[in-house]
């Protein structure tokens, strides 16, 4: 079976970058900062693959490039160097050798991105219903009616009132406003979901309910997830597989309950160990 | 074709402690061979590495030597030590099943649903999948009242026998048991050893650990001892 995405040698190099960024970083020198040109070395040679219908953690604390890894294949940033192919409907896209205006095709139509700021994933000039409605247009959907109720539909199902449809999201407390993000990014039924940190930063008990409704939303539709979160309640909850990174490096991978139980690398161990 | 479901051979599990630079010695390897229907005991004292092992066979921790060869529905022998990542969770999906005492609850399913979930994530229909949990709700005797309320909100013993409800309603031709008995009611004791007897009749074969040794001699086809390593031994 072809995984709906491949990751080969996915490289992003901040600054002007040389020939020994990557062998002089990383878990064993203890940085990401090449000690020679002062590049900071964001991801480094990271590979892996998601497969169809899969939900996929990708875990580390803050700096070790996990959301800079999902940025990049969310066009957010381009790579340094290496490769990623995305599966759609049996035709393959290789994301970095498409052009700007394909790329943004792509993002529109057949991928999602909650961010953890919904001010990055959502217009909050316009109402909530106009946010999802924004996405339908630019997925090709132009009739009024079938927008409207297509948007209190998701809205409804992502358990956003449809009595503040018309309302502005920065309104909105941060619950709801994820809520929003996340009705907007199911909205084109994309079969790929990147999620960066959508607990981060709200209550536990609104935390658990996003959560569970990313779940069931994951169980109804069958949709592929990328998982980028340093909160292994988040990685336990809502995954299968967990890739563990650090300095920009996959340093280890595994079934989560593996990775959660068992882990190998004694940075997973520390990180594991030092969960409260 | 092998006759056995599960045929493990040299099974063993240690740590290693990258903090302390520190080798935690492995349970010494077991071996055995299940058949249908059968279950086998893993018996010896406590710290010996009985719940290790079972892990191990699961895939929650990565086993340190052996082979775990086990015979899918289809005919084919995989390794479970071994074989990768999607082939693990897609048989722990529909096959292999694992019972502990702690039940991670999902705080917005009502008991009913938390049964039904593993049966409806296999795509069994919904009507279907509650009539099978209401079936092995009841014979866990966990009070109709209770079925449309969270587990969450459940004292102990309850979540222990909505959690073994749940993984009987799942089934499977393999399921590991880690001390599915302890801390219940001798009443509630009796219903799970009646539910594990039926599973065995119905073709399930199990491993399991138990800590009562009565359980032990009227439920286990084989018993298998586990010891560990001593530490100078590992140390080489």
Same mark, same amino acid.
């Given at each position: ?118 001010? #990055? ?8 219903? !106009?946010? /999802?409605? %924004?996405?339908? @247009?630019?997925?090709?959907? =132009? ?94 909850? #809502? ?8 300095? !920009?490096? /996959?340093? %280890?991978?595994? @079934?989560?309950?593996?990775? =959660? ?16 | ?236």
């Amino acid at each position: 079976m072809t995984p709906i995405l491949n990751v080969e040698h996915l490289t992003r190099i901040h600054g002007k970058g040389c020939d020994r960024c990557l062998t002089s970083t990383g878990p064993e020198h203890d940085t990401n900062i090449c000690p020679h040109c002062g590049s900071v070395v964001a991801v480094a040679d990271a590979s892996f693959q998601l497969h169809r219908g899969e939900v996929l953690g990708i875990m580390g604390e803050s700096g070790s490039g996990k959301s800079s890894l999902v940025k990049m294949l969310y066009f957010d940033d381009q790579p340094t160097s290496g490769r990623a192919t995305y599966d759609l409907d049996g035709q393959s896209h290789d994301l970095f050798s498409l052009n700007e205006a394909q790329q943004r095709r792509l993002r529109d139509t057949a991928m999602g991105m909650v961010y953890q700021n919904p001010s #990055l994933g959502l217009n909050f000039d316009i109402s909530a219903g !106009g946010n /999802i409605a %924004e996405r339908l @247009l630019m997925s090709d959907e =132009l009739r009024y009616g079938v927008i409207r109720e297509k948007a209190r539909a998701l809205l409804a199902r992502t358990e956003v009132p449809p009595a503040r449809m018309d309302e502005l999201p920065r309104n909105f407390s941060g619950g709801m406003q994820q809520r929003v993000q996340i009705a907007r990014a199911l909205s084109t039924g994309a079969p790929l979901l990147f999620l960066d940190e959508v607990t981060t930063g709200l209550d536990l008990s609104v935390q658990a309910r996003i959560l569970d409704l990313i779940m069931e939303l994951q169980e109804e539709s069958g949709v592929s997830m990328l998982v980028v979160t340093h909160d292994l309640g988040v990685v336990r909850h #809502l995954t299968t597989r967990t890739i563990v990174m650090k300095y !920009g490096r /996959i340093i %280890e991978s595994g @079934l989560t309950d593996q990775i =959660l139980e068992d882990p190998q690398a004694a940075y997973t161990q520390q990180l594991v160990s030092s969960a409260l | 074709m092998s006759d056995f479901i599960l045929s493990v051979k040299g099974l063993g599990k240690g740590f290693y402690l990258h903090d302390r630079a520190k080798h935690i010695p492995a349970a010494v390897g077991i071996s055995f061979d299940l058949r249908a229907g059968e279950l086998a005991a893993l018996v010896g004292p406590s710290g010996a590495g009985k719940s290790s092992l079972l892990k191990a066979i699961y895939r929650s921790y990565v086993p340190s030597e052996g082979v775990v060869n086990y015979t899918t529905a289809a005919g084919d022998v995989v390794d479970l030590a071994h074989a990768p990542e999607t082939q693990i969770t897609a048989l722990r999906r529909s096959e292999i099943g694992f019972v502990t005492q702690f039940l991670h609850c999902l705080p917005r399913l009502t008991t009913l649903d938390v049964v039904a979930r593993p049966l409806l994530q296999q795509g069994v229909a919904r009507a279907e999948a509650h009539e099978v949990a209401a079936e092995m709700l009841d014979a866990l005797a966990i009070p109709k009242q209770l079925w449309d309320a969270t587990p969450a909100t459940f004292s102990g013993g309850e979540r222990q026998r909505v959690n073994i409800a749940r993984s009987f309603a799942q089934g499977g031709r393999l399921m590991l048991l880690d001390e599915p008995t302890a801390s219940l009611d001798p009443l509630s004791r009796e219903k799970v050893c009646a539910m594990i007897e039926r599973a065995k009749a119905q073709g399930t074969a199990m491993v399991a650990i138990f800590h009562d040794m009565e359980i032990v001699e009227r439920l286990a086809d084989q018993k298998i001892t586990v010891t560990r390593k001593a530490f100078a031994e590992a140390a080489e």
